[in-house]
Structure formats: C-alpha cells, structure tokens
C-alpha cells in the first residue's frame, strides 16, 4: 500500500506574488510595442530616470503616468493600482486606443440623445 501524504492547499492569492508598479510600466511597454528611448521621448525624462521607473527605484509622479497609459493605450486606473473597475458617470479612460466617456450620471440636459 502506498503511503497517503497529506498537502494543505494555501489560499489562492497566498501563492501568487503581486504585479507592482514596475511591472505593469514594463508589461505596457511591451504591450504597446514601445522602446524605452521612445517612451523616455514622450515624458521628457532620460532614459536612466527610465530605467529608475522600471526597477521600481522610482515612482513616476501622476502626469508621467498619464502620459504613459496615453501613449501604450492602456488604462491608466490598471497602470496605478492593476485593476480597471467598471466605468462610473462622467468618467473617462483609454480602450483599444479610444478615450470613451460615460454620461450616465449627467443631467438629462446634458445627455447625448441615443
């Protein structure tokens, strides 16, 4: 008879090590298609500040992170925070290259007619 082991299973997201903000600036990059020297064009940074955003030594300040989801067309809530929550009234962000914009909440004088 072979011997039975038992294995306690941790709790999923025990195991899974977090995407931090480095990653999700690197991981754009490549989804864009966008070279550092390109990138480091688009913020007005060097390509060593660059390279200090992608090892996470530096954390670029909200307007480079802007201009970043602007410029790899992804979302910037996931470039912040690695979640894209359904949009809200009024609000904006980036899909497949297209700023879109929710008016549900707005007044009825303000609606675009459907």
């Known amino acids: 008879m072979t011997p039975c082991i038992a294995v306690s299973n941790p ?24 070279s550092i020297p390109d990138m480091a064009d688009t913020l007005g940074v060097a390509e060593t500040t660059m390279r200090n955003y992608l090892s996470g030594r530096t954390r670029p300040r909200r307007g480079a992170l802007t201009a970043w989801a602007l410029r790899t067309g992804v979302p910037l809530r996931w ?8 949009m809200s009234g009024g609000e904006t962000q980036m899909r497949n290259g297209w700023l879109t914009f929710n008016l549900s909440s707005q007044p009825d004088d303000l609606r675009i007619p459907a």
């Open 11 to 34: 709790a999923p997201d025990e195991r899974i090590p977090p995407w931090e903000l480095h990653h999700r600036l690197s991981r754009s990059l490549e989804f864009a298609g966008v």
């Open 79 to 86: 470039i912040e925070y690695g979640d894209e929550p359904p």
